[in-house]
T-cell receptor, first 114, second 110 residues
């Protein structure tokens, strides 16, 4: 009964380092997305995918890449980390596009960029 | 102006009290509305969808006012376990994106 599995839970990076946040779901959801949550800003959409092989940009895509080679996995890549990317990151999935579907969230990744 | 606005609170209420939150949205084309609950340092979880005619789930009642472009959440007989941040979520017609408000923090005290 895994749901949405997100790793790692915590990560500290130095400016300029790269890393990948992993997200996997076992519910056969077509829709997957990445959000970042900052104090006073709410959750902001970074990238999303409506199915394998299809990705699109959200509200704050700069500095992040995604790919969707399988239905289950939707990794988020930081190519060159910056302090402005210090945030809590959530992966989420649902059966269909976000309009009327319940979003299932992963447990989050606390990322600090020094 | 933010697309979705909420009073950040905190709302401090005693157990048993009734409390209401409002959330305003700017896009009149918005079609779907939700309330999510987020506990401290945890992921958001769907509390309830909001339907045009209003809907109730136990102690929770959600209302939609399209004319004034706001949704509300009413919590009756507050419990200590209701302490959390409540996120208002709105989506526009025919898009794949949900817009989250910054949340309203509720603290229920004994």
């Amino acid at each position: 009964n895994a749901g949405v599995t997100q790793t790692p839970k915590f990560q500290v990076l130095k400016t300029g380092q790269s890393m990948t946040l992993q997200c996997a779901q076992d519910m056969n959801h077509e829709y997957m997305s990445w959000y970042r949550q900052d104090p006073g800003m709410g959750l902001r959409l970074i990238h999303y995918s409506v199915g394998a092989g299809i990705t699109d940009q959200g509200e704050v895509p700069n500095g992040y890449n995604v790919s969707r080679s399988t239905t289950e996995d939707f990794p988020l890549r930081l190519l060159s980390a910056a302090p402005s990317q210090t945030s809590v990151y959530f992966c989420a999935s649902s059966y269909g596009p976000g309009n009327n579907e319940k979003l299932f969230f992963g447990s989050g990744t606390q990322l600090s960029v020094l | 102006r933010k697309e979705v606005e909420q009073d950040p609170g905190p709302f401090n209420v005693p157990e048993g009290a009734t409390v209401a939150f409002n959330c305003t949205y700017s896009n009149s084309a918005s079609q779907s509305f939700f309330w999510y609950r987020q506990d401290c340092r945890k992921e958001p979880k769907l509390l309830m969808s909001v339907y045009s005619s209003g809907n109730e789930d136990g102690r929770f009642t959600a209302q939609l006012n399209r004319a004034s472009q706001y949704i509300s959440l009413l919590i009756r007989d507050s419990k200590l376990s209701d302490s959390a941040t409540y996120l208002c979520v709105v989506s526009s017609y025919n898009t794949d994106k949900l817009i989250f408000g910054t949340g309203t923090r509720l603290q229920v005290f004994p």
